[in-house]
């Protein structure tokens, strides 16, 4: 009768024993498809954070990478563009002999393209960052790009602050709120403006126009072409003379 009793307490244990087993197996079983489904939730969401941030990356380079709109031959034309004589002034803002060129000819070549006689096609690039301590050249070519883009009526005011107000070479430059303010002042909306110089949205299409600057074996700005023949005398007089045998040829 002992031993009939120890026999089914033994059973009893080791069916105790046999389902704590099944119950521990249970919980492994439960804790490791718990940490599959944990990985695989994090994977997935790591998965959708990279896409959202290559994404963004993405939109910011299609920004940056954008040209300016109201272009011709990557240049901005001032007058009528069935003008007989094409004048070709490619520039750069931080030059202190484009300035000089600019106080010496505007005034002519304001009248020539409001008479119909030239039409003027601006080439501003951007060669002397080195002589600025803030890539000053960059900086002011892409809020000129800016203003072409959001505002083209607006660009031979711009144009002519940025000379008025030509930083000294290896200096900080203008400021990028300066260059804001200038955009402003020559009527450009400032809530539209201030994101395209601030983030330099055009700064791709800046070195874009001055790579061709160098393709086209130019060395120095200024760089004037009349009807396509490049010109090594700036002054009043040459540039007048060169206009006129071009209207009459």
């Given at each position: 009768m002992v031993n009939a009793r120890q026999a089914k307490s033994a059973r009893e244990k080791a069916e105790m024993r046999a389902e704590a087993a099944r119950r521990e197996a249970r919980g492994r079983a439960i804790a490791i498809v718990s940490a599959v489904v944990a990985v695989i939730v994090i994977?997935?969401?790591?998965?959708?954070?990279?896409?959202?941030?290559?994404?963004?990356?993405?939109?910011?380079?299609?920004?940056a990478t954008a040209p300016p709109?109201?272009?011709?031959?990557?240049?901005?034309?001032?007058?009528?563009?069935?003008?007989k004589v094409t004048i070709q002034i490619w520039e750069d803002f931080q030059c202190p002999a484009c300035k000089n060129f600019e106080s010496l000819n505007a005034t002519q070549l304001a009248k020539w393209a409001a008479d119909g006689t030239a039409k003027l096609e601006y080439h501003p690039v951007a060669i002397l960052d080195r002589y600025s301590s803030t890539n000053y050249s960059t900086r002011a070519l892409n809020a000129a790009a800016a203003v072409i883009d959001i505002k083209p009526s607006a660009f031979v005011?711009?144009?002519?602050?940025?000379?008025q107000n030509q930083p000294a070479e290896n200096s900080a430059g203008l400021t990028d709120a300066q260059l804001i303010d200038y955009a402003v002042q020559a009527g450009v909306d400032r809530a539209t403006v201030q994101s395209a110089i601030s983030g330099q949205?055009?700064?791709a299409w800046t070195q874009k126009v001055t790579d061709l600057f160098s393709q086209k074996g130019f060395t120095g700005t200024p760089t004037l072409l009349v009807n396509g023949k490049q010109l090594d005398d700036y002054s009043v007089a040459k540039v007048t003379a060169a206009v006129q045998a071009a209207a009459k040829g």
């Open positions: 994977a997935v969401g790591a998965g959708i954070i990279i896409q959202i941030a290559k994404h963004n990356q993405d939109t910011k380079t299609q920004a709109g109201n272009l011709t031959n990557d240049g901005f034309v001032v007058g009528n563009s069935n003008a005011a711009f144009h002519t602050l940025l000379y949205k055009y700064k």
